[in-house]
């Protein structure tokens, strides 16, 4: 089993950027996949970003393309989200989540790790 860690929310003007990272630890030599999640106040959980083992599959929400990038450093066992020019409607609280495969994160189906997840709150 994989356990996740999120770090590097916090406050930030509309406009502004922020990387959150999501850390790994316990069975870190399996593949898998990591994707991204958010809960704004009131609102059901969505998908944000997702991406493979090797790097090589990336899948966005639509909200977020063009100004969020999901990369991963397998050597750290960390996985990492830039959001820039970010809004107000981006405040929330993120997850990160591991899975088989890009598809199924972004599907969120078969999620075997959660994190606790981060606040990201932006300011207008």
């Known amino acids: 089993q994989v356990q996740l860690v999120e770090s590097g929310g916090g406050l930030v003007q509309a406009g502004g950027s922020l990387r959150l990272s999501c850390a790994a630890s316990g069975r870190t030599s399996s593949t898998y996949a990591t994707g991204w999640f958010r809960q704004g106040p009131g609102k059901d959980r969505e998908f944000v970003a997702a991406?493979?083992?090797?790097?090589?599959?990336?899948s966005y929400a639509d909200s977020v393309k063009g100004r969020f990038a999901i990369a991963r450093d397998n050597a750290k066992n960390t996985v990492y989200l830039q959001m820039n020019s970010l809004k107000p409607e981006d405040t929330a609280v993120y997850y990160c989540?591991?899975?088989?495969?890009?598809?199924?994160?972004?599907?969120?189906?078969?999620?075997?790790?959660w994190g606790q997840g981060t606040q990201v709150t932006v300011s207008s």
């Open positions: 991406i493979s083992w090797g790097g090589s599959s990336i």
């Open positions: 989540a591991a899975g088989p495969n890009v598809g199924r994160v972004t599907a969120a189906d078969d999620l075997y790790s």
